[in-house]
């Protein structure tokens, strides 16, 4: 029942305190409503909750990161070994090549190859052994590769002046830069001397021009591959 006080026609402070009691009662909200330890647990449960939320959140991510980068490391891995697996196989196939020539009698100098003849033929006869066997007479490009390359003694280089008198070129087509030519060489004796030797004289420079039709050993080179 609700009540009035007659003098201020209010409803009393008791009353309503009453009342607002018995409605809580009625809806069970009595612990929640009208408990401040109550607000408290539920304040406490909503935060948990939300906490709890966000570490799963935080666990999904951080483990799907985890299998992303685990994935990527894995293909990435997988292509470097595949990498050292093609170079050792092109190494090997290389080594095997290399050896084979050693084993033929080939000479290795600055990732070249070369080859002394034991026979001796004209500056063409010998220029086609050296096609014939992957290579061609050979071409000084350097006082590094003439010091190695007299070493063999007198033999045909790739050195020609067949097509223009005076004007030397190499078996490439490229023109004659640095030279190393003997004394008083090329001289072009008796108007006839078109293909260049070289031999060792105790000196750097041994270049000699001689008749292209003269027999003569000759030495092949071959970049290694
Ligand atoms: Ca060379
Ligand atoms: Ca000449
Ligand atoms: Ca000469």
């Not at 009691?21 to 408990?35: E, F, M, P, Y």
């Not at 449960?45 to 994935?71: M, P, Y």
């Not at 067949?162 to 108007?191: C, F, M, Q």
């Amino acid at each position: 029942m609700v009540k009035f006080d007659d003098s201020v026609g209010y409803e009393s402070q008791a009353s309503v305190s009453g009342r607002r009691v018995w409605i809580n009662r009625c809806s069970g909200g009595d612990a929640i409503g009208r408990n401040p330890t109550g607000m408290k647990f539920l304040r406490l449960f909503i935060v948990s909750f939300g906490l709890l939320c966000l570490l799963q959140a935080t666990l999904n991510i951080t483990l799907r990161l985890t299998l992303i980068t685990k994935r990527n490391l894995t293909d990435s891995c997988a292509a470097v070994i595949k990498n050292l697996t093609d170079e050792n196989e092109k190494l090997k196939r290389t080594q095997d090549i290399f050896d084979e020539y050693i084993k033929q009698g080939w000479f290795y100098f600055s990732n070249h190859l070369y080859y002394k003849s034991e026979t001796k033929k004209s500056w063409q006869e010998s220029r086609q052994d050296c096609l014939q066997r992957g290579a061609d007479l050979t071409i000084i490009s350097s006082r590094e590769e003439q010091v190695f390359v007299r070493n063999f003694l007198s033999a045909w280089i790739g050195l020609t002046d067949n097509e223009t008198e005076g004007i030397w070129k190499w078996v490439d087509g490229t023109p004659l830069n640095t030279s190393y030519w003997h004394d008083k060489e090329p001289n072009n004796a008796n108007s006839n001397e078109n293909c260049g030797e070289i031999g060792y004289h105790g000196k750097l420079n041994t270049w000699n021009d001689k008749p292209c039709h003269s027999e003569n050993y000759w030495i092949c080179e071959k970049m290694v591959m």
